[in-house]
């Protein structure tokens, strides 16, 4: 395919998007360099344009390229030279970005470990990528050190020694090397490795910089955890562009915040999942516009037309919605773009037209090739591929076979089905395994049945995902429990929460006397009795709303969370509340009592009964004079022991993230 072909295919057959005046396209040739070379080529020419900002942090390319090149030399340190793997741990903060960097600068790969996820977990992914040194901060530096255990070197950006030079290092990094390991949920019940090297990665950014006209003036969202594979481009795409990338936390700040930020930040490209995009069109307020956005990108999972719809009546004109489709093993396979006039065609939102270096493929059980409007496997064939995963050439050989035409291609099954029309626009039509994606998350639910299992708790389980509305997927668990008592939401939370990210942890729990069984013995998932709005086997007992505050926090938790009733000593989490719930339940609460309310105080506060009782003394605080509030404020803060109990675990986890 002719890259005018891959062009016109990948940004849409209406061509839409159009490029600045300051474009520059990401050549071919640089493809077979590596992630630093052309990180450095971008410093020599935008040295002082801003690269990175976080809150009120910004960052110049040359002061990004400095600091990666002293952690570069850090590494070498503590590891030496040649092939090896380097984890980082750091929260949602740019040096993360620097350290990254400066572990592919030093021809290592890099394995980022995502503090918030179980230590169980992460313990794993260490051990199992073998890696010798563990890079992190201050912020991170006691989780670092709990993992290593003396069997890894630890280099802590925030006390590296004064002398290390940060000029560029002048390693040669070719194109077949290593460049990262990102684990993903597995089926076996552990989490697997999937390897890429340089040349796919840059791939993938030189298709979504030419495809999308990413340029110097491009500002671009980096919402996401580095452990998964998107997060890439939203950090590598604008810093091999001259453009710069806007970390932002939507778990700490929500919704609202995150689109005031949109618009404080100016920011030209939306990277997000649809989950997380919907959530934002719910919180906006009347006079609220983004002039400045050009590009909303989706991925991660299902786009419907109903996300079309939200786009066209909250989105600006001269911003285009595209839908990317792909996986962590291939990167981004398809695109399709979107403008206010488009028609779509079908039921669903295409997933779109191949990208650059990948051809999509519709096969039958036999592997060979269907034509338009068949139903079969999506399959990728391509050069630009995972190499596999990490030390399993069992799961490997499963979904990775050689092309056999010739080419050094190779093909990877996706697990998903679908079709393509006579223009080869691909359509995707659900899975043919127990692989699901849940708000932007790729989860595999035997890994869930089988920590349900080990927590004690429960004999037997069987998780699916339930979409209660087009789009809203979430993931409940059917259990017979072990032992004639059942044990309560909590402690099944509780028990998942040591093996499992809170992404993987069930909404709803639904007990069972015995698993549905087909004729021949195996679990019935179609038989799975449906989910119906009832409050699920609290530890607490249910107590009605007795104030006005209360009645109308306990109607809003019910219906965000889909229940027929909430009582006022209901946990948020345990009622299967997750961050993007909270910020709908914080959105309609700021409407509900024309109150400024932070995410952080539904956290803070649970509870319907606490929750309330914090709006309350907010509104009155808002009528008292000035003095009278600040005495009020230092009586709360010396009698409210749960709040200074609370501040003090914030803290603790801030410190360990």
């Known amino acids: 395919m002719s890259e005018s ?22 050549p071919p040739e640089d493809v077979e360099r590596s992630v630093p070379w052309c990180f450095e080529r971008r410093v020599e020419k935008h040295r002082d344009r801003l690269a990175v900002k976080c809150g009120g942090v910004e960052i110049t390319y040359d002061a990004l390229n400095r600091t990666a090149n002293r952690i570069a030399r850090a590494v070498l340190t503590a590891d030496g030279e040649g092939e090896g793997q380097v984890c980082t741990v750091f929260g949602h903060d740019p040096a993360n970005i620097a350290a990254i960097m400066g572990a592919l600068k030093t021809g290592k790969t890099f394995v980022p470990l995502d503090p918030l996820y179980p230590y169980e977990r992460i313990a794993y992914m260490l051990g199992d990528c073998q890696a010798r040194t563990i890079v992190t901060d201050n912020g991170n530096l006691e989780l670092a050190k709990r993992l290593a255990d003396g069997a890894q070197r630890i280099v802590n950006v925030d006390a590296m020694e004064k002398d290390f030079a940060d000029d560029n290092l002048g390693i040669e990094v070719g194109p077949d090397a290593r460049s990262y390991i990102l684990y993903t949920s597995g089926s076996t019940g552990n989490p697997k490795g999937v390897v890429h090297v340089h040349r796919n990665v840059l791939n993938f950014i030189r298709n979504i910089i030419n495809n999308l006209y990413l340029s110097v003036e491009d500002r671009m969202t980096h919402m996401m955890s580095t452990s998964f594979g998107a997060s890439l481009s939203c950090y590598l795409a604008p810093l091999l562009s001259g453009g710069s990338t806007h970390m932002f936390d939507p778990k700490r700040h929500g919704p609202m915040e995150l689109a005031q930020w949109l618009m404080r930040d100016r920011i030209t490209f939306f990277y997000s999942v649809p989950s997380l995009f919907r959530a934002v069109a719910a919180a ?26 939200v786009y066209r009546k909250h989105f600006p004109g001269n911003a285009v919605l595209t839908n990317a489709y792909g996986s962590t093993e291939a990167t981004v396979v398809t695109q399709y773009s979107i403008g206010k006039d488009t028609e779509l065609k079908t039921k669903t939102v295409p997933a779109g ?26 399959a ?6 995972a190499l596999g995963y990490w030390r399993r050439p069992d799961l490997t050989e499963k979904v990775f076979l050689p092309a056999g035409d010739g080419s050094g291609r190779r093909i990877y099954l996706t697990g998903d089905m679908g079709r393509m029309d006579e223009h080869r626009c691909f ?6 395994d127990f692989q699901v994606k849940v708000r932007g998350y790729r ?28 789009g809203g997927s979430r993931l409940v668990a059917y259990i017979v429990a072990d032992g004639p008592s059942r044990p309560t939401v909590g402690q099944l939370r509780e028990g998942l929460r040591s093996r499992l990210p809170e992404y993987m942890i069930p909404s709803a729990f639904v007990f069972l006397d015995r698993l549905p069984l087909t004729p021949n013995g195996k679990l019935d998932r179609r038989a799975l009795p449906a989910v ?58 700021v409407r509900a009592f024309q109150l400024d309310i932070p995410l952080v105080w539904l956290f803070e506060a649970p509870t319907v009964a606490r929750m309330a009782m914090t709006i309350t003394q907010a509104l009155a605080r808002r009528a008292r004079p000035e ?5 009020l404020d230092e009586a709360e803060s010396s009698s409210d022991k749960d709040r200074k109990e609370f501040r003090s675990g914030r803290s603790r986890k801030r410190r360990n993230s």
């Open 5 to 26: 072909g891959d062009r016109r295919r990948a940004g849409g057959r209406t061509g839409m998007i159009k490029p600045g005046g300051s474009f520059v396209e990401f």
């Open 284 to 309: 906006l307020t009347p006079g609220m516009d983004f002039p400045n956005l050009r590009v909303i990108r989706l991925g991660g999972e299902a786009v419907t037309p109903a996300d079309v719809e």
């Open 353 to 378: 037209y191949e990208c650059g270096g990948a051809e999509a493929l519709v096969l039958d059980d036999d592997f060979n090739e269907l034509g338009p409007g068949e139903v079969g496997h999506i």
């Open 380 to 385: 990728v064939k391509s050069r630009y591929l």
């Open 427 to 432: 359509e995707i039509l659900g899975r043919k």
């Open 443 to 470: 989860v595999e639910t035997p890994e869930i049945e089988a920590a349900l299992v080990k927590s004690g708790l429960v004999r037997e389980a069987a998780v699916v995902a339930r979409e209660d509305e087009p």
């Open 532 to 589: 119906v709005g009832v409050r699920g086997e609290l530890a607490t007992a249910f107590v009605a709303p007795r104030t006005p505050v209360e009645e109308t926090l306990a109607t809003i938790w019910a219906e965000v969370l889909q229940l027929d009733r909430v009582g006022v000593e209901d946990n948020f989490l345990e009622l299967g509340g997750h961050s993007l719930l909270a910020g709908q339940v914080v959105s309609r609460a």
């Open 627 to 631: 003095h009278l509030e600040r005495m």
